[in-house]
């Protein structure tokens, strides 16, 4: 994961709330890009940069709901908090399904606000590390030959080595040698260690 600082984007077409929600924001320490409009959201292209989105339900042009819809169709991975004026049940019901973090209601209270974009950074920082570290399993999979991909997969089914040799029709020594060319690809030291690096690349994505 990167090491940039988690940036917090707000989204909102009233100027006093995005600098009132600025300030607080920037007072709490975090760091803070204001937009105007949906759509300069989604020109700025920051789906690269850790860090979350505070954005206001009730906007012209999207409304929050189509905006979080356009950021998950652009691949846009950062968690989202709404804020709304108006909010029904139905609506942050939708919000929340959808992946939203929190629906708060104006006016804000600021000790949940500041929560809440906590919860929304460190949500986006373990999603971004649980990437990272699934990329780099791929990546070390990827070096494997066919038939140590094939021993990797039936190492972690439980088969010993002699049970191996005679699935593979090759020699036990010829599985051994293989096996040990899998664990140093792999980076592991382990059955348990490898074990958990194939199931954690089997599972589904975070995020």
């Excluded at 139905?90 to 809440?116: C, H, W």
């Excluded at 373990?126 to 999979?141: G, K, N, P, Y």
């Excluded at 199931?199 to 975070?206: E, G, I, K, L, V």
């Amino acid at each position: 994961m990167s090491s940039a600082q988690a940036c917090v984007s707000i989204v909102d077409d009233d100027m006093l709330v995005l600098r009132s929600l600025g300030r607080l924001l920037q007072s709490a320490g975090f760091a803070v890009r204001t937009f105007s409009s949906p759509h300069e959201l989604l020109e700025s292209r920051g789906a690269a940069s850790p860090g979350c989105i505070v954005m206001d339900l009730s906007m012209p042009g999207l409304s929050g709901l189509e905006l979080q819809e356009a950021l998950a169709r652009a691949a846009d991975p950062r968690p989202v908090v709404f804020i709304s004026g108006q909010g029904s049940v139905d609506t942050s019901v939708a919000a929340m399904k959808a992946g939203a973090v929190d629906f708060l209601t104006k006016p804000l209270d600021d000790g949940r606000l500041i929560g809440a974009v906590n919860a929304a950074i460190e949500k986006d920082r373990a999603a971004r590390e649980a990437h990272a570290a699934r990329a780099s399993v791929e990546a070390r999979l990827a070096t494997l030959t066919k038939r140590e991909r094939e021993v990797l997969e039936l190492v972690v089914a439980g088969k010993l080595n002699k049970q191996i040799a005679a699935e593979l029709g090759t020699a036990e020594k010829t599985v051994k040698v293989h096996r040990a060319c899998m664990m140093r690809k792999m980076q592991v030291d382990s059955l348990a260690e490898l074990v958990r690096l194939w199931t954690a690349t089997r599972s589904p994505a975070t995020g």
